[in-house]
DNA sequence: GCATTTACATACAGGCTGCATGTAAATTCA
DNA sequence: TGAATTTACATGCAGCCTGTATGTAAATGC
């Protein structure tokens, strides 16, 4: 009878649990913050117990980990929708960096992403994070840009990640007021200025 | 009798006691992080009580601040003591930059100023104490630089906000293994790259 | 159809933060 | 110089939070 609306397999009751959970936990971090925001309250938030949360995840910080893993993810698949990938290269860096700003006006997105994140996890772990989802599209588009000769040859790793730290840096000026276009106009003069060294 | 060595005026004792909860406070913020580290331990690492911490700090996020402030000024200081102030301007931020890199690889500085610091502070904050310590330094060689036509002119207030983003991300990369000359030489790319286009 | 595993709910222990209360020393003031 | 007041702490308490241990019903494997 009520077999349909009430039995659920196990796989689907864990995906729910779990999906709940990881909302309600990026609800309420990129609100108040990791430190201020209790188990108590996502579980309050999801409509699950506590020991929903200790069961899924081994503590609060892996919950955490995974509403970066998400975030990070969304903040990913937005830069590539906007991305033209036939321009040439340069041009592909200014469409990306502008892509990535506007992302990351999400509300709470640069607190989570750029403060706590690093706090929390590490720089180790979201250096593996990033290295999987936002600074992917960054050093692939470095590295086309090197080998059609309109940048400087330079190790990719380190101009990928002192690059990407600008990008963070601008997407947290303009999360305090600051003017996207401000923040944009120095990154291409930077960007210009390797670019002429070939 | 032992009134000089019992006897202490209560600005003596304030000074003591506020000195002993930082240091002690800064050995542990830098050694297991902020959120890792109670204020049982840092009382009785100072040798006094968690009634003295109170009395003197609003809370443990004040007695942070303390600390961060501190180590923000010494890394400054450092800075300072290694910049020839008489070369010429792209020069001086080179030594500059180095000198940076050296002064943070002090064990645990780039976790307290650069993880924790944004984290628990908020970014505000960190920019308002880094006008005063850090990145003044940077913001008066990079005028210096464009008012002598070595730099491209633009907005000094974002070009120094990224270009000390950058150097914080190096300064990470040296904590986590990365050859200091290699971040470096980046840097110097990136620096020279906006000194062409005068 | 039974044994086992899975997905939770509930209860508990330990620790930590901030505040309230108490006390002795230092400072102020008459 | 002695009393009143303020300062510098020490101690104890209340509330909250995290992680774990234990119990139970449903799902899965055999």
């Known amino acids: 009878m009520q077999s349909d609306s009430m ?10 649990t779990r999906a709940a959970l990881v909302a309600a936990a990026r609800r309420l971090f990129t609100g108040a913050g990791y430190a201020a ?11 699950v117990t506590r020991g929903a949360l200790y069961h ?12 970066v893993e998400q975030e990070a993810a969304a903040v990913a698949s937005e830069i590539e929708r906007a ?4 321009t040439d290269a340069i041009e592909a860096l200014r469409v990306g960096g502008r892509a990535y700003l506007e992302a990351m006006r999400m509300p709470g997105r640069t607190r989570l992403l750029l403060l706590d994140g690093p706090a929390v996890l590490g720089r180790a772990l979201m250096d593996e994070i990033d290295a999987r989802h936002g600074n992917r599209a960054l050093r ?10 309109s940048l400087a040859k330079m190790p990719v790793g380190p101009l990928t990640a002192l690059l990407g730290a600008m990008f963070d840096r601008a997407a947290l000026a303009v999360q305090q007021g600051e003017a996207l276009d401000d923040q944009l106009a120095v990154m291409d003069a930077i960007v ?4 002429r060294q070939t």
Chains 1, 2 share one sequence.
Request: proline share 4%.
């Open 37 to 47: 925001t209790g188990t108590p309250e996502i579980v309050g938030a999801a409509g």
């Open 56 to 67: 899924h995840f081994a503590d609060k910080q892996t919950l955490f980990r995974a509403v």
């Open 192 to 195: 210009a200025g390797l670019a």
């Open 7 to 16: 039995r659920r397999s196990n796989q689907e009751r864990t995906d729910a």
């Open 83 to 86: 991305a033209p990938d036939a």
């Open 140 to 149: 692939e588009g470095l590295t086309a840009a090197m080998r059609a000769g």
